[in-house]
């Protein structure tokens, strides 16, 4: 009997323990009836949560039914719609290609007519967007675009309006093609800003502004007018003055026939200051040695004549020496050592046009130095430039000429500028080398000839 109670009160205990382990560990029963008050407490309470649970679930059923039975609602209503649509799709489908029949129909020939108006202002379109007269008359560009959208929809039919406009602006472009034209438009200038400027424009070759008189070029993408870059140079802006402010019916001006696009060009054609700039480093030194060959030269040449016409003047006055020149000096030593024999006057004289030589003779190598360096430097910049091209084929490969213009530009103009200092240098040291040969052999001649006199005066040999 008390095994049977223990091996219950062991049963009711794991029961309780398996079912609320959170209960057993927070409230322990003290007693074995309260214990078994507990698990009754706990077997009620699951079953009132199950009830609740199972009501929940019937209700959302029924709620699932509702739902489901409003969506095949709402299905079938758009099917009936949409079946209701295609009908009248397919209606007015047939209906629209009964009119557009009708209406291809009652056109005829006028069709073929209104695509030659299409393609009249397409072209026209393309003419105008190229053509300076739409700085004067900028409305027609608008109507041309609204024109052409019109005529390319099939439902839409040109007016008599319409198409007496489009006939009017290709009589006016072929009218005011060999018409000069003075007007107000707005210029965009050289600095990049904006100014209402009075133009004049010469037919559909030449538009200029009157003041200041400048050339200026019709920029189709933009529609508008802008300055050159760079005006020409001469007397081109002198005569371009003249005509602008002229009031006579026919005057002088430079007319570039292409439209502007031949003088575009011509101003962008670097100019003598850009070659330089190309030349880069190399270029810059070649440049200065050329300036300086120059002035070395001109000194040699100045003084070398100075020298000339004193020893040319000494030469009429043997008798009395001057010390202010070369043949003066040599005199001087031979009027000095008079009382030596022959053999010691020659050296004497010889010592004295030795003497000489060094002052005649200055920068003359150096000269010399200067035209066989150039050309060398004009190499070292060919190099260097064929170098940058290269190495702009590696970077960015051979599409774009532009990313090699660079080097190769280098490379020729510091060529051409070794040349060019080169050559004139060859020519100013033979000049120069030649005068002073002259005065040496003129001193040598006078030494020989004193000598000489010496001699047959009774000097010792």
């Given at each position: 009997m008390i095994r049977t109670a223990s091996i219950m009160r062991s049963l009711l205990l794991a029961g309780l323990l398996a079912a609320t382990p959170a209960m057993a560990q927070d409230d322990s029963a003290a007693t074995l009836d309260q214990l078994l008050e507990q698990v009754r407490t706990k077997t009620l309470a699951d079953q009132g949560q199950l009830q609740q649970r199972e009501a929940e679930f019937a209700n959302a059923v029924s709620e699932q039914a509702n739902l489901l039975a409003q969506a095949k609602a709402r299905r079938d209503a758009l099917e009936k719609r949409g079946s209701e649509l295609e009908g009248r799709f397919d209606t007015n489908k047939r209906e629209i290609d009964t009119r557009q029949q009708t209406l291809d129909d009652k056109l005829g020939a006028l069709k073929e007519l209104f695509g030659i108006f299409q393609q009249t202002s397409g072209d026209?379109?393309?003419?105008?967007?190229?053509?300076?007269?739409?700085?004067?008359?900028?409305?027609?560009?608008?109507?041309?675009?609204?024109?052409?959208?019109?005529?390319?929809?099939?439902?839409?039919?040109?007016t008599i309006d319409e198409i007496e406009r489009l006939w009017f602006e290709l009589q006016r472009e072929m009218t005011e093609t060999g018409k000069i034209a003075r007007f107000n438009a707005p210029v965009l200038l050289a600095d990049g800003s904006q100014a209402n400027r009075e133009v004049i424009r010469v037919g559909v070759f030449d538009v200029v502004s009157a003041d200041p008189a400048k050339y200026l070029s019709w920029r189709g993408e933009t529609q508008s007018l802008a300055e050159l870059k760079r005006q020409p140079g001469g007397d081109t802006l002198n005569r371009l003055d003249d005509y602008a402010s002229s009031s006579d019916p026919v005057a002088r001006l430079d007319l570039d026939p292409t439209g502007g696009s031949l003088l575009e060009r011509l101003v962008e054609a670097p100019g003598l200051g850009d070659r330089i700039e190309q030349g880069g480093l190399v270029g810059y030194v070649i440049l200065a040695l050329g300036a300086v060959a120059l002035l070395v030269a001109l000194e040699r040449l100045i003084a070398l004549s100075i020298i000339g016409a004193k020893v040319a003047t000494q030469r009429r006055n043997i008798d009395s020496p001057?010390?202010?020149?070369?043949?003066?000096?040599?005199?001087?030593?031979?009027?000095?050592?008079?009382?030596?024999?022959?053999?010691?006057?020659?050296?004497?004289?010889?010592?004295?046009?030795?003497?000489?030589?060094?002052?005649?003779?200055?920068?003359?190598?150096?000269?010399?130095?200067?035209?066989?360096?150039?050309?060398?430097?004009?190499?070292?910049?060919?190099?260097?430039?064929?170098?940058?091209?290269?190495?702009?084929?590696?970077?960015?490969?051979?599409?774009?000429?532009?990313?090699?213009?660079?080097?190769?530009?280098?490379?020729?103009?510091?060529?051409?500028?070794?040349?060019?200092?080169?050559?004139?240098?060859?020519?100013?040291?033979?000049?120069?080398?030649?005068?002073?040969?002259?005065?040496?052999?003129?001193?040598?001649?006078?030494?020989?000839?004193?000598?000489?006199?010496?001699?047959?005066?009774?000097?010792?040999?």
């Open positions: 026209l379109q393309g003419i105008f967007f190229d053509s300076p007269t739409s700085a004067q008359y900028p409305d027609r560009t608008e109507f041309l675009e609204a024109f052409a959208k019109k005529m390319s929809r099939a439902s839409e039919i040109s001057q010390t202010g020149n070369p043949l003066g000096r040599v005199l001087m030593a031979y009027h000095e050592n008079k009382g030596v024999n022959a053999e010691t006057l020659e050296m004497k004289l010889g010592e004295a046009v030795l003497k000489e030589l060094p002052s005649l003779n200055r920068f003359l190598t150096f000269l010399k130095i200067i035209a066989v360096a150039a050309p060398l430097l004009g190499l070292l910049g060919t190099v260097t430039g064929m170098i940058n091209t290269f190495q702009a084929i590696t970077l960015f490969g051979t599409g774009d000429p532009k990313t090699m213009a660079g080097g190769i530009s280098q490379a020729l103009v510091t060529t051409v500028q070794g040349l060019c200092v080169a050559i004139p240098t060859v020519f100013l040291h033979s000049i120069c080398s030649t005068r002073a040969k002259a005065v040496v052999h003129m001193l040598q001649e006078q030494s020989a000839g004193l000598i000489a006199q010496y001699m047959e005066k009774g000097g010792r040999a």
